[in-house]
């Protein structure tokens, strides 16, 4: 079975541009979550989403938005970039919330 | 703000040598994932305990929950150069619409 994919990997931005990641779940697993790695702030929630319903977001201003479609892929958007978008950004996926949650290998954001 | 906070920080250790991590948290759980990860790279589940559970065991890998306490530990038998990573313990909450929140992990190193 696949696991989870991340695209791209890695990515280049400009401040006050947009950027758009993409998270493929394993197959048959409906929930998805995203988190952002810094080395100062650790590991931060996000969003989580449970057959195309947001169930929970983290503290992040507006400018961080997500969905999923009904295959259960998800999309992560960031608009209006800053320099402190810069991190890794993780994806997890679960059969449903409550069971064990397989992240991808992340998508590199560098923003300059 | 993080759940599921991970002491020590750091630990070096020699191989052969047995590692043990603990994870704290605050309110009631649902379950605890435990994850490991090598630098920059994503997260590799490793073991999930539920909030009924009080040990759980996989390969050199010891999980325990004292939910009186609040408390999990991690151990990690025999240890090898291999292990070396970042290990972090992942909450969820008890109740609806919770999601998973990461603490801010454990570095360890084991010296050949």
């Known amino acids: ?52 319903t947001q169930r929970n977001k983290g503290n992040f201003p507006g400018r961080f938005s997500g969905r999923q479609f009904s295959n259960s892929r998800s999309e992560m958007n960031v608009s209006t970039l800053e320099l402190g978008d810069s991190a890794l950004y993780l994806c997890a996926s679960s059969v449903q919330p409550n069971t064990e949650a397989f992240f991808g290998q992340g998508t590199r954001l560098t923003v300059v | 703000s993080q759940q599921g906070e991970e002491d020590p920080q750091a630990l070096s250790i020699q191989e052969g040598e047995n590692a043990t991590m603990n994870c704290s948290y605050k309110t009631s759980i649902n379950n605890l994932q435990w994850y490991r990860q090598n630098s920059g790279r994503g997260l590799v589940h490793l073991i999930l305990i539920r909030s009924n559970e009080r040990e759980k065991h996989s390969g050199r890998l010891r999980v325990t929950l004292d939910t009186s306490k609040k408390s999990s530990s991690l151990l990690i038998t025999a240890s090898r150069a291999a292990d070396t990573a970042s290990y972090f313990c992942a909450k969820r909450n008890g109740g609806n619409n919770n999601d998973m929140r990461f603490g801010a992990g454990t570095r360890l190193t084991v010296k050949p």
Do not use: D, N
């Open chain 1, 1 to 52: 079975k696949a696991g989870v994919t991340q695209t791209p990997r890695y990515l280049i931005k400009t401040r006050g541009q947009q950027v758009t990641l993409s998270c493929s779940p394993i197959s048959g697993h409906r929930s998805v979550s995203w988190y952002q790695q810094t080395p100062g702030q650790g590991l931060q929630f996000l969003f989580e989403y449970f057959s195309e």
